[in-house]
C-alpha cells in the first residue's frame, strides 16, 4: 500500500463517521497533509451541515494555516462543484490555495460527476483521481446505486430456526416469535439506524404489528414502508401510529396524514420494480426489507436486491413458513453467541 492509498484509506475510515446521518448526501472524508503530518482531518457529519473538505481545513491550526498552499488535500469522493445547502468545496480548495489533490473515486451525482475535478484542474491544481477507487465506491455503495441504477440500495434480512423456518404456523398473540438472541436484536437495530427506509409486507404487518423503530439503538429511525393492497392493516397498527414518517403502498390511494403518506401501486404488474420506483421518487436511497417470506421472496425472484443478512437461530420450529430461498455470494460468516449470521452479496453483477 502506497503513501496515497494509506491517507486515503484514513479517509473512508474517517467518513464512516457519518453512516446514517448523511442521507441524501454521501460519506466523505478528508486529510490535509504536509511533508508526512497531517494537519487537518474531518467528515461529512450530517445533511447541512460543512461537507468534509470544510470541516478538515477548519480543523488545521492557526500556526499551520501558512502551510496550506504546500500542502496536499486528500478526500475519499469528489469535491463537489455546485452550491447546494453550503458552498462548493472545489472552490475553498482553490481559495485556500491548495495546489495537490488526491481523490478516491468520482462523484456519480450529475451535479457533480467530474465537474469538482475540472474545476480544480482549471485552476491549476494537481488533481489524482482513482486511488482504491473500488473501497471509496463501497463505501457509499447506497449512494452510488442510487444515482446509478435509479433505485435504492436493497438489503434483505430475515431470522431462520436452525430447521429454515421463519415463524410457526399458529401463533397465541400479534407479536414477533423471538428466533435470535438479544445481541443479534440490538444489531438489527443498529442496522435500522444506518439505513434510509424499512419495509414490510401486509401479513407482517397483522400478525406481528411491529413499531420498525430504533428501541434498542441511538439514531434516526427510518422511514416506514408497509405493503397494504387493500387496507387491511386497521389504524390501531403500531406502523400507522404516526410517530415516524410511512409510507403505505395499495391499490387505491388515500388522502395522507401528517407522517402517514399513500402511494398507489399495481398489483397485477411487477410490484418490486414499482416500489423501487417510490423509493427513488422520494429520494431514499437504501431500504431493508424485514418481511415476509412473500415480499422476500418477491424481490429475491426478481433480482432486485444487493445484500442479505441471514440469522439462524438455535432454536427448532418444526412446522411453520420456510424462509426465503436465496442464492448469493457469501461475504461474511459469524457468531453472535448461539446465534449465526450469513450476509450474501448478489452475484448478477450490476451492484455496487
Given at each position: 500500500?502506497?503513501?496515497?492509498?494509506?491517507?486515503?484509506?484514513?479517509?473512508?475510515?474517517?467518513?464512516?463517521?457519518?453512516?446514517?446521518?448523511?442521507?441524501?448526501?454521501?460519506?466523505?472524508?478528508?486529510?490535509?497533509?504536509?511533508?508526512?503530518?497531517?494537519?487537518?482531518?474531518?467528515?461529512?457529519?450530517?445533511?447541512?451541515?460543512?461537507?468534509?473538505?470544510?470541516?478538515?481545513?477548519?480543523?488545521?491550526?492557526?500556526?499551520?494555516?501558512?502551510?496550506?498552499?504546500?500542502?496536499?488535500?486528500?478526500?475519499?469522493?469528489?469535491?463537489?462543484?455546485?452550491?447546494?445547502?453550503?458552498?462548493?468545496?472545489?472552490?475553498?480548495?482553490?481559495?485556500?490555495?491548495?495546489?495537490?489533490?488526491?481523490?478516491?473515486?468520482?462523484?456519480?451525482?450529475?451535479?457533480?460527476?467530474?465537474?469538482g475535478i475540472k474545476k480544480l484542474m482549471d485552476a491549476?491544481?494537481?488533481v489524482n483521481v482513482g486511488v482504491l477507487d473500488k473501497?471509496?465506491?463501497?463505501?457509499?455503495?447506497?449512494?452510488?446505486?442510487?444515482?446509478?441504477?435509479?433505485?435504492?440500495?436493497?438489503?434483505?434480512?430475515?431470522?431462520?430456526?436452525?430447521?429454515?423456518?421463519?415463524?410457526?404456523?399458529?401463533?397465541?398473540?400479534?407479536?414477533?416469535?423471538?428466533?435470535?438472541?438479544?445481541?443479534?436484536?440490538?444489531?438489527?437495530?443498529?442496522?435500522?439506524?444506518?439505513?434510509?427506509?424499512?419495509?414490510?409486507?401486509?401479513?407482517?404487518?397483522?400478525?406481528?404489528?411491529?413499531?420498525?423503530?430504533?428501541?434498542?439503538?441511538?439514531?434516526?429511525?427510518?422511514?416506514?414502508?408497509?405493503?397494504?393492497?387493500?387496507?387491511?392493516?386497521?389504524?390501531?397498527?403500531?406502523?400507522?401510529?404516526?410517530?415516524?414518517?410511512?409510507?403505505?403502498?395499495?391499490?387505491?390511494?388515500?388522502?395522507?396524514?401528517?407522517?402517514?403518506?399513500?402511494?398507489?401501486?399495481?398489483?397485477?404488474?411487477?410490484?418490486?420494480?414499482?416500489?423501487?420506483?417510490?423509493?427513488?421518487?422520494?429520494?431514499?436511497?437504501?431500504?431493508?426489507?424485514?418481511?415476509?417470506?412473500?415480499?422476500?421472496?418477491?424481490?429475491?425472484?426478481?433480482?432486485?436486491?444487493?445484500?442479505?443478512?441471514?440469522?439462524?437461530?438455535?432454536?427448532?420450529?418444526?412446522?411453520?413458513?420456510?424462509?426465503?430461498?436465496?442464492?448469493?455470494?457469501?461475504?461474511?460468516?459469524?457468531?453472535?453467541?448461539?446465534?449465526?449470521?450469513?450476509?450474501?452479496?448478489?452475484?448478477?453483477?450490476?451492484?455496487?
Open positions: 500500500m502506497n503513501i496515497h492509498e494509506i491517507y486515503i484509506k484514513r479517509c473512508i475510515e474517517l467518513a464512516g463517521n457519518g453512516l446514517g446521518r448523511t442521507y441524501p448526501n454521501p460519506m466523505v472524508g478528508s486529510l490535509i497533509v504536509h511533508n508526512d503530518r497531517i494537519i487537518g482531518e474531518g467528515w461529512h457529519r450530517k445533511a447541512g451541515e460543512p461537507h468534509a473538505e470544510v470541516n478538515a481545513i477548519n480543523s488545521v491550526a492557526a500556526e499551520d494555516e501558512k502551510l496550506l498552499s504546500s500542502s496536499t488535500i486528500y478526500v475519499s469522493l469528489e469535491p463537489c462543484s455546485h452550491y447546494g445547502k453550503t458552498p462548493p468545496c472545489s472552490d475553498l480548495i482553490i481559495d485556500k490555495g491548495i495546489k495537490k489533490v488526491v481523490i478516491g473515486t468520482i462523484d456519480p451525482f450529475a451535479k457533480v460527476a467530474g465537474r491549476g491544481c494537481e473501497e471509496c465506491q463501497n463505501l457509499n455503495k447506497r449512494f452510488f446505486c442510487f444515482h446509478k441504477n435509479k433505485r435504492p440500495y436493497i438489503i434483505l434480512k430475515w431470522a431462520q430456526s436452525n430447521d429454515r423456518f421463519i415463524a410457526p404456523v399458529h401463533k397465541t398473540k400479534n407479536r414477533p416469535v423471538w428466533i435470535t438472541n438479544k445481541y443479534a436484536g440490538q444489531l438489527v437495530h443498529k442496522w435500522r439506524s444506518e439505513e434510509a427506509s424499512i419495509l414490510v409486507g401486509t401479513t407482517t404487518a397483522l400478525v406481528d404489528d411491529p413499531k420498525l423503530n430504533l428501541r434498542k439503538w441511538h439514531g434516526e429511525a427510518p422511514t416506514r414502508l408497509v405493503i397494504d393492497k387493500n387496507h387491511k392493516i386497521p389504524n390501531e397498527n403500531a406502523l400507522k401510529d404516526r410517530s415516524q414518517k410511512t409510507i403505505v403502498l395499495c391499490e387505491i390511494e388515500k388522502e395522507d396524514k401528517e407522517n402517514l403518506i399513500y402511494e398507489e401501486i399495481d398489483f397485477s404488474k411487477e410490484i418490486c420494480i414499482q416500489i423501487c420506483g417510490i423509493l427513488y421518487k422520494h429520494e431514499i436511497q437504501s431500504v431493508i426489507i424485514e418481511g415476509g417470506r412473500k415480499t422476500l421472496q418477491q424481490f429475491i425472484d426478481s433480482g432486485l436486491w444487493d445484500e442479505a443478512r441471514v440469522f439462524t437461530g438455535n432454536i427448532q420450529i418444526r412446522d411453520g413458513v420456510k424462509a426465503p430461498e436465496l442464492k448469493g455470494i457469501l461475504i461474511k460468516e459469524e457468531n453472535i453467541q448461539d446465534n449465526n449470521l450469513k450476509i450474501y452479496k448478489n452475484d448478477r453483477g450490476d451492484n455496487i
